[in-house]
């Protein structure tokens, strides 16, 4: 019975510090961009996947395949910004508007949208970019 007692008391005290831990991290990796914050915000339960918008500008590298590789300041609706890399597995136009589906700094997909489909605040914060 103390045996059982305490494999379930170990067992509670590793998923508390897990959770804790992974919530510690969703703070950590907010406002930063990088390939282990893309794969920590990629796997953390507790990052929530949101949308925000970008103007299109030059990519900063191109590989020998053609994936362009992008750092831009991603626009949520309320007009908050935070840092993001994405790729396009092309070079994109310069100044269109894309609308980003993400998850912390993971990139899951985006589409073009015309600047009408961009929210107001989003928009007026872009039109500075």
Do not use: C
């Amino acid at each position: 019975m103390k045996t059982i007692k305490k494999w379930v008391i170990t067992l509670l005290a590793s998923v508390a510090f897990l959770s804790v831990g992974l919530v510690g991290l969703k703070y950590v990796t907010a406002d930063k961009t990088g390939e282990w914050v893309n794969i920590v915000d990629q796997l953390n339960p507790f990052v929530t996947k949101s949308e925000s918008y970008v103007k299109t500008t030059k990519p900063v590298a191109v590989n020998g395949y053609g994936t362009a590789a992008y750092h831009q300041e991603a626009v949520f609706e309320n007009g908050k910004t935070r840092p993001i890399e994405f790729s396009g597995l092309s070079v994109l136009k310069v100044d269109h508007y894309l609308k980003l589906i993400h998850k912390g700094a993971h990139v899951i997909t985006y589409e073009e949208v015309a600047e009408q489909e961009v929210p107001r605040a989003a928009l007026e914060k872009l039109k500075k970019y």
